[in-house]
Every structure is written in C-alpha cells, then in structure tokens.
C-alpha cells in the first residue's frame, strides 16, 4: 500500500494525465500499465476545457447504457486533462 500512494504522489506532481492504469506489485518492483498518458504541459487548456463541457453535455443527452458508458467515459477522460493542467498552473 505505502507503494501506490508514493507512486501515486509521484504523478500527481509530476502532472502527467494517466487514464487506464493497472498497477502491479511483487518481488521489490512496481510495474504501471497505462492505456493513455498525456504531459499536463502538454496540454492546451482552452482545448481541454471546451472538450469538458461538450462532454459534459453528450453525457447529459445520452440515452441508452451504452452511450451513457461512453459519455461517462469521455467526461473522465475529459476531466482528467484539465485536471493535469491544474496541477501544473
């Protein structure tokens, strides 16, 4: 446990935005499988912020499970980057 909360403390400062992150632990080594990453330098925040709310506002029309799931997945994903951003301002 002492692992993953040093690790997690490494990237928030380290303002990286991760998304799909598996972590495993054994034998003295973690090892993080990460699906997307994203520098939060790199990131524009105009951007990042207008892709928030249009999200936001697909998840409020979605109809259905599976574009509720999606959309729902797109807001975190959104989120996640003006999040990074927010780390580094």
Known sequence: MHVKA???????????KLFSVFIITGNNEVTVLVNDAEKGSDIDPQEAQQTLEIAGANLRKAEGKRQ??????????????????????
């Open 68 to 89: 509720i799931i999606k959309a729902n997945l797109a807001l975190r994903r959104a989120r996640a980057r003006v999040e990074a951003i927010n780390v580094i301002s």
């Open 6 to 16: 040093l690790l997690v403390d490494v990237l928030l400062r380290s303002s990286i």
